[in-house]
Nanobody
Framework: QVQLVESGGGLVQAGGSLRLSCAAS????????MGWFRQAPGKEREFVAT????????TYADSVKGRFTISRDNAKNTVYLQMNSLKPEDTAVYYC???????????????????WGQGTQVTVSS
């Protein structure tokens, strides 16, 4: 079992930046592939970014590529999402997730993740 707690959300103007954090507790953090997802009002939850257990492999959704950066610090049991050049369409609740069993280096499918945080709201004003 692992517990995930997101922080760092808030209100920002278009073009601004935010850094989300997700602190994990429970089982050994470095055993988990980590991911970020988001859910906008009236829409389904969608994949944003994922990072491998060691941090040497990442994958991004096309909509955020070049603007968002996922990273992790296994010594601090924390995964981050640096969001730059934010757009109003980035407004959503952002969730971090952990995946334990996959043999793949990264995982993009929501259904494959085992544990989820409660989410943090990001609002980008135009």
């Amino acid at each position: 079992q692992v517990q995930l707690v997101e922080s760092g959300g808030g209100l920002v103007q278009a073009g601004g930046s935010l850094r989300l954090s997700c602190a994990a507790s429970g089982r050994r953090f470095s055993n988990y592939i980590m991911g970020w997802f988001r859910q906008a009002p009236g829409k389904e939850r969608e994949f944003v970014a994922t990072i491998s257990r060691s941090g040497d492999s990442t994958t991004y959704a096309d909509s955020v590529k070049g603007r968002f950066t996922i990273s992790r610090d296994n010594a601090k049991n924390t995964v981050y999402l640096q969001m730059n050049s934010l757009k109003p369409e980035d407004t959503a609740v952002y969730y971090c997730a952990a995946e334990f069993t996959s043999w793949r280096p990264v995982v993009t499918r929501e259904v494959d993740y085992d544990y989820w945080g409660q989410g943090t709201q990001v609002t980008v004003s135009s």
